[in-house]
């Protein structure tokens, strides 16, 4: 076993879903860190492509101790990283390090977390041409309600990595070279499966947070985005629906104070009233679904892996 000067072993944990040329690149970086993973996690989530054909390949190929969870069907991003992280988990890693499909770790950025005695990291992400990219917030304002979007800064607000201090203290972060000790799950529990997608890692990042740990984005820990960031999503269609239902559950569960908890009816409100100019009845009736659905998440997941 892989084993570094704290003599921590570290699993990596992937979700996948009909990305597999991605996936390929991203195996490929996998194979060229300086810092041997102990176990490579990959959650298929069912995909439809030529997904498996890769993983079976790569399995053959032995470059990674590489083990394929392959889902029944479809259980998001949320719940592709439960399974994966409860695995990694059940099997007595240290250290988990989550990450999606779509991106490539530099060679030495493994090698850069295991250095951190930290309980929460997570790798800094930039694009395809080296611009950094890395939407982990600074600050996640669920204190004032006039604060419509929490997300009030980031650290790609830097401009450039160079400007980056070493390490810098984020209140969320994206499952996507976030890495985390077997003592927080412990602690906390694992990501909710109930978001489907998005805002999961927010929510584990506020249980973390709440804790009593901080969280780092490391500078030099280098993650390769293959993807342009594209968080504009139609809030008409299906995945506005999630955005909606999921930003809500987030205030609801942990909103600093009544108000703040009040601030997605506002939304609601505001939503229907501006309808007949954005996104007509397909909006509306997302905006009044999610709140009803939120509704029912208010209750915190459980805090045990049992």
């Not at 988990?96 to 295991?114: I, N, R, Y």
């Amino acid at each position: 076993m892989t084993i570094d000067e704290t003599g921590e072993t570290v699993a990596v944990v992937v979700v996948t879903f009909n990305r597999a040329d991605l996936l390929t690149g991203m195996l490929d970086g996998l194979a060229a860190l300086e810092h041997r993973p102990d176990a490579v996690l990959v959650v298929d989530n069912h995909s439809s492509d030529h997904t498996p054909q890769v993983l079976a390949d790569e399995q053959g190929r032995g470059r990674l101790p590489l083990q394929v969870i392959r889902t029944e069907e479809n259980l998001g991003g949320a719940g592709g990283f439960h399974l994966g992280l409860r695995t990694a988990y059940e099997q007595g890693w240290d250290r988990a390090w989550l990450m999606d499909d779509d991106v490539v770790p530099a060679p030495d950025c493994l090698t850069v977390l295991m250095a951190q005695d930290e309980d929460c990291l997570t790798s800094v992400r930039e694009d395809s041409h080296g611009r950094l990219c890395e939407k982990a917030a600074t600050r996640f304002d669920l204190t004032h309600p006039w604060a419509i979007k929490p997300k009030t800064g980031m650290v790609e607000d830097f401009g450039t990595r160079a400007a980056m201090p070493e390490r810098v203290e984020v209140e969320n972060v994206a499952f996507e070279g976030f890495m985390v000790r077997r003592t927080v799950v412990e602690e906390i529990g694992l990501p909710d499966p109930s978001y489907f997608i998005f805002y999961d890692d927010v929510d584990f990042a506020i249980r973390a947070r709440r804790s009593g740990r901080r969280i780092w984005a490391v500078r030099d820990a280098v993650l390769v985005r293959q993807l342009d960031f594209d968080q504009q999503h139609d809030l008409a269609g299906w995945k506005g629906f999630y955005m909606y239902r999921n930003l809500f559950a987030v205030h609801l569960r942990y909103g600093e104070n009544a108000a703040v908890r009040l601030k997605p009816l506002l939304i609601v409100l505001a939503v229907l009233l501006l309808a007949p100019v954005r996104g007509g009845r397909a909006e509306a009736g997302n905006v009044i679904r999610a709140m009803r659905a939120a509704w029912g998440m208010r209750s915190l997941p459980p805090s045990s892996v049992d």
